[in-house]
């Protein structure tokens, strides 16, 4: 019988792609060069770099929260599991794309549209993937057997709001795009708060001794 494959490389990798996808971010802000209205103009005209900043930076911590909460109750992993992390992976990876795509064209009465609802479908997948790769956990059996089912209906449930928020927007993005990108912010800090689950999560994860 095969041995069921462990999570620590997993989690490393994905602690690694979260963490580079993350920085990336910021290359997105510059240093204003034209201050002939002065710097503290300067620096407010690029309010849109700052405001899509922080929506990927927030999206971006809470799924990395949320994927931690993950893995930590898994007791094994399978082939299709990785594959659904790697989704999860790409996708946030795209994130420093559609974050620079929003900043430059929030402004732009011809393209915001199309920017924001890129944005928006960038975060929704997002969202559904880590979704997605919980509840694969569960019916392959991967979840650790002592995690009770308030637990998991805590975790279930706390990663459900944020694909049907998103959608929401995303529909709102169609017509009032800039109110749209404010609810992303909205959703993606909300989404920070910790997932509730009862104690702490373990020091080692289930299955790695």
Do not use: K
Not at 4 to 23: K, M, Q, Y
Not at 99 to 128: K, M, Q, S
């Amino acid at each position: 019988m095969a041995r069921p494959l462990r999570t620590g490389r997993l989690e490393a990798f994905s602690d690694g792609v979260f963490a580079i996808a993350i920085t990336l971010l910021v290359l997105e802000l510059s240093v204003p060069t034209d201050v002939r209205d002065g710097l503290l103009h300067a620096i407010a005209e690029q309010w849109p770099s700052y405001l899509a900043y922080v929506i990927s930076f927030a999206a971006i911590g809470a799924t990395w929260l949320a994927h931690t909460g993950i893995t930590h109750h898994l007791r094994a992993m399978d082939p299709g599991l990785v594959r659904l992390n790697l989704l999860v992976l790409l996708l946030v990876s795209l994130m420093p794309f559609t974050t620079a795509l929003t900043a430059a064209h929030i402004r732009d009465e011809g393209a915001e549209r199309v920017a924001v609802v890129v944005f928006g479908c960038n975060l929704v997948l997002v969202a559904a993937a880590v979704s997605s790769l919980w509840r694969y956990a569960l019916r392959r059996g991967l979840v650790d057997p002592d995690l009770d089912d308030e637990e998991v209906r805590g975790l279930t449930t706390r990663l459900t709001p944020g694909v049907a928020g998103y959608v929401g927007l995303i529909l709102l993005g169609l017509a009032l795009p800039r109110l749209a990108v404010f609810g992303y912010l909205a959703l993606s800090l909300a989404l920070l708060v910790p997932v509730g689950l009862r104690g702490e999560w373990p020091t080692r994860p289930p299955g790695s001794e």
